[in-house]
């Protein structure tokens, strides 16, 4: 029997007006042509199972319809009518959580990898430690696909960077007190960018608090259908950077970064944690975003050493390009930023991607549970790579690193670097010439 249990903002819902003008900015209605896996197929859908017009179980289910949603949010940019469709799609997931039945393999990749491991840093760096055994004995074709796939995307090694609970700035008196949220995937595979990002943020004058209590931002909770579990996690995170007093909360993983953004719609059960939470979301920046703001003096740096003929040296002196990060882009709006500070050190060896706003099939854990779909974007946004001729690519997101990475080895181009902003700046700012660099 059909189900209808009240979970969908029906007049976020009908703001779809049915145009169309977004389906030629989804990445899985550019692959399958299929209305269903179109923006607009899904708010029709969403609002079908809404009024109990469709069935969550059995043949005619639109639950595989709503999971090759990336959440990419490109239709949200691309929609004149504002449709809120994040919102209406973690609501909508949230639902489907609570009342579809799933197969084995994807109750035990959503429950217990997805929502287990990967948000805790010491479990996921405990769980990856056999799976980096197993990669390197190169047996991972053996494993369930869903396995062996996400044993493609780790990195050769785990970090092992250890951050400090505060780290002052280069110069006093500090211009401010700047809190870092460090994610739960980031400290185990992105430790050195973490590193990179506090030592830009002292280099422009600023103290780094790196609370040790901060826990997952959420994102991977609120994106697959859990958001009483992200709830949770929200709140704590706010109480934890509340208490730690700081002027801005830096996120440096597009993901993370959204999810922080919208607290005050997570949190908006109770006024008073409502009036918390958006105090708290007017103190968030992406990093990118944040660097626009602070980093004007780094900037004229690189347009000093440009203007004296300065490059990178090798490898990172090729043609180099930035991909967007979806929650960056769509999520956060923001595209110029990240794209300036890549064009300010590479000069004219920068080139535009193309489609590069098109996500490339990672979006969180989407990339495990839709290893089909995620690779056909893959494919997708290497062969714009290719074409471009870039050696190098800069993005802010850990899981846009490692899918375009292994993308990118799948296709024989693994001389192709793909570096987070963070990491592509610090290494610029050590090269600069010394006299350029010190003022
Ligand atoms: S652009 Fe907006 S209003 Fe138009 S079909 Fe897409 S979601 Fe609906
Ligand atoms: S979030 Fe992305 S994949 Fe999902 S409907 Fe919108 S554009 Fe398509």
């Known amino acids: 029997m059909a189900l209808s249990s009240h979970f ?4 976020k819902a009908l703001a779809c007006v049915h145009c169309g003008l977004c389906l030629g900015s989804c990445p899985t209605y550019l692959e399958t042509g299929n209305e269903n896996d179109s923006p607009r197929g899904r708010v029709y859908l969403m609002r079908s199972i809404e009024n109990g017009r469709l069935s969550l179980n059995g043949s005619h289910s639109p639950v595989s319809h709503m999971d090759r949603c990336l959440g990419c949010r490109a239709c949200e940019t691309a929609c004149p009518s504002g449709v809120a469709y994040g919102q209406l799609l973690e609501a909508t997931r949230d639902h489907i959580e609570r009342h579809a039945r799933r197969p084995w393999y994807q109750r035990l990749l959503r429950r217990w990898l997805i929502e287990k491991i990967f948000p805790f840093p010491t479990r996921f760096r405990w769980a990856a430690l056999p799976a980096m055994a197993v990669k390197r004995m190169d047996i991972a074709s053996l494993l369930p696909r869903f396995l062996s796939e996400a044993m493609e995307l780790l990195p050769d090694k785990l970090s092992r960077v250890r951050l400090p609970a505060l780290a002052p700035s280069h110069t006093q008196p500090a211009r401010g007190r700047v ?7 980031m400290p185990v595979l992105f430790g050195k960018t973490h590193q990179s990002t506090i030592q830009l943020i002292q280099a422009l004058g600023f103290d780094v608090v790196i609370p040790s209590q901060q826990r997952c931002c959420g994102a991977l909770h609120a994106h697959s259908g859990k958001l009483a579990e992200a709830r949770e996690l929200a709140q704590h995170n706010l109480q934890v950077f509340e208490q730690a007093d ?5 996120a440096n993983a597009a993901g993370c970064g959204s999810t922080l953004k919208e607290y005050d719609h997570l949190l908006s059960q109770d006024p008073v944690v409502w009036e918390r939470a958006s105090q708290f979301v007017a103190k968030v920046r992406d990093f990118s975003e944040w660097m626009e703001q602070q ?7 690189f347009a000093s050493a440009h203007a004296q003929g300065w490059s990178l040296p090798e490898p990172f002196n090729g043609l180099t390009t930035f991909h967007d990060a979806c929650h960056l882009a769509h999520a956060q709006g923001i595209t110029m930023p990240p794209r300036q500070w890549v064009q300010a050190v590479a000069g004219p060896h920068y080139v535009e991607l193309n489609e590069a706003d098109i996500c490339c099939g990672s979006a969180g854990s989407y990339n495990l549970t839709e290893p089909e779909m995620a690779a056909r974007l893959q494919l997708r946004k290497t062969s714009h790579i290719r074409q471009s001729k870039a050696s190098l690519v800069i993005t802010t997101n850990p899981g846009c690193i490692l899918q375009i990475q292994s993308g990118l080895k799948k296709e024989g181009l693994s001389s192709v670097r793909v570096m987070h902003l963070a990491d592509y700046l ?5 090269h600069l010439p010394s006299e350029i660099a010190r003022r």
Do not use: F, H, I, N
């Open 426 to 430: 610090e290494m610029a700012l050590r």
């Open 295 to 301: 980093g004007a003096s780094l900037r004229e740096r």
């Open 179 to 185: 809190g870092l949220l460090t994610g739960c995937v």
């Open 246 to 250: 700081c002027d801005v909360v830096l």
């Open 8 to 11: 969908l903002d029906e007049d």
